[in-house]
């Protein structure tokens, strides 16, 4: 198992941009691939960035361009950098361990238009 901490969400305007970690605690994080979802209200949580144990990474179309998934494997961080924020980007983003019940507890993004 591996527990999982997010920080980084706030308010912020239309365009502008946010950086989210996750703090990661267990040895198999490092092969380990971790996903960033989101979760808008009234909306399903869905997926929206991946990265495999090695750092192939992966998005949505909504967010390609705009958003990138990194790890420091030495850290046991993950990490999603928001540009170009838009407001329907406002979701609480949640990172996971892909194939495991292992979520984070979840950091508000609101984006203002």
């Known amino acids: 198992q591996v527990q999982l901490v997010e920080s980084g969400g706030g308010l912020v305007q239309a365009g502008g941009s946010l950086r989210l970690s996750c703090a990661a605690s267990?040895?198999?994080?490092?092969?380990?691939?971790m996903g960033w979802y989101r979760q808008a209200p009234g909306k399903q949580r869905e997926l929206v960035a991946t990265i495999t144990s090695t750092g192939y990474s992966n998005y949505i179309d909504s967010v390609k361009g705009r958003f990138t998934i990194s790890r420091d494997n030495a850290k046991n961080m993950i990490y999603l950098q928001m540009n170009s924020l838009k407001p329907e980007d406002t979701a609480v983003y949640y990172c996971?361990?892909?194939?495991?019940?292992?979520w984070g507890q979840g950091t508000q993004v609101t984006v203002s238009s």
């Open positions: 267990g040895s198999i994080f490092s092969i380990s691939n």
């Open positions: 996971r361990r892909l194939g495991s019940g292992d």
